[in-house]
């Protein structure tokens, strides 16, 4: 049997699969688009990131697909529906680069928070802010909103909790007599209230016509005055043109955005320039351990499908 692997995995998971199949593992083949076609022609599996889009073109050249393993867990690139149809298993890492979004959450509210992480080249060349650095704020006591109360959402709750914050969340998908709200200590709101209440916010929610510009300019106004807001989810979930506006307003204390309407970011967008603005490109889930337990996850549920069929 042959898989194709389009994107980076860890050589170690890639290794794994060729001791039982016949392996083609080219992370630059997302960037050749007709040697992917090509490559597929006698493929049993098919293995990507986020950027490998599975789409008609792809499922007509691997004719002889029975697995797509996806190294990570948002499914937008993978027309999962068309899968179904042809028993194509969808096979995403859930779960394995959790903790690696939560700390990075973390990490981005407790830096804009405090809000004095700009100012190194100020000091390297003999300047002495220390006035203006002085007013940075402590995350004890103060509200975290989770916009997405999943896997990821939960862990980053966990996360917050333990230094001190109160967490509060928005799922649709779960009522509020659902149990884990008692378990985790959270409490639920609607999205308006929870935008009121909320220091800073978080989205862990997938890109749908729902929430495609979720977070507009209304509802950016609508948040609390001087919170930060980090995005870890999807692109195209805030509008982008907004969120610069209100950071240069002021409205607005800090954003971490790791994921963009358009990947890579181009250049002239409304964000560039923009202040207390932390930018990162789409490597939140991404850590060394994060990156063998996704290869590794993802490995081993593709050999099991394939061995199974």
């Not at 029975?66 to 028993?87: M, P, Q, S, T, Y």
């Not at 890109?207 to 989810?233: C, P, Q, W, Y």
Request: proline residues 4%; negative net charge.
């Amino acid at each position: 049997m042959h898989i194709v692997i389009s994107e980076f995995m860890d050589a170690a998971a890639a290794d794994r699969l060729r001791r039982d199949f016949d392996v083609r593992y080219e992370p630059d083949l997302v960037d050749r688009r007709a040697d992917l076609l090509r490559a597929l022609a006698q493929a049993d599996a098919l293995i990507v990131r986020n950027r490998t889009r599975v789409d008609a073109e792809v499922l007509a050249a691997g004719r002889a697909l029975k697995a797509v393993g996806r190294l990570g867990v948002g499914l937008d690139n993978i027309d999962v529906a068309a899968c179904r149809e042809r028993g194509i298993a969808v096979l995403p890492a859930t779960g394995a680069n959790a903790r690696a979004v939560a700390e990075y959450v973390v990490t981005s509210v407790l830096v804009l928070t405090r809000g004095v992480f700009h100012g190194s080249a100020q000091v390297a060349e003999g300047g002495w802010p220390r006035a203006a650095m002085s007013n940075g704020h402590e995350i004890d006591g103060r509200t975290l909103g989770v916009v997405g109360f999943g896997g990821i959402g939960r862990l980053t709750a966990r996360l917050a909790r333990g230094l001190d914050m109160r967490v509060v969340a928005y799922d649709p998908m779960l009522a509020e007599d659902d149990p884990v709200w008692a378990e985790t200590g959270v409490t639920p709101l609607a999205l308006a209230m929870l935008l009121a209440q909320s220091d800073a916010v978080t989205l862990h929610i997938p890109l749908t016509e729902n929430t495609r510009n979720l977070f507009d300019a209304s509802r950016i106004a609508a948040m609390k005055d001087g919170a930060v807001l980090v995005n870890t989810a999807r692109g195209g979930i805030v509008d982008e043109a907004a969120l610069a506006q209100a950071l240069r307003a002021g409205k607005l204390a800090g954003a971490a955005i790791d994921v963009f309407g358009e990947e890579p970011l181009p250049a002239g967008s409304p964000l560039a320039g923009a202040p207390n603005l932390i930018l990162t490109p789409h490597i939140a889930g991404l850590s060394e351990e994060a990156n063998t337990r996704v290869s590794d996850m993802v490995a081993q549920r593709v050999a099991e499908t394939l061995k199974q069929g």
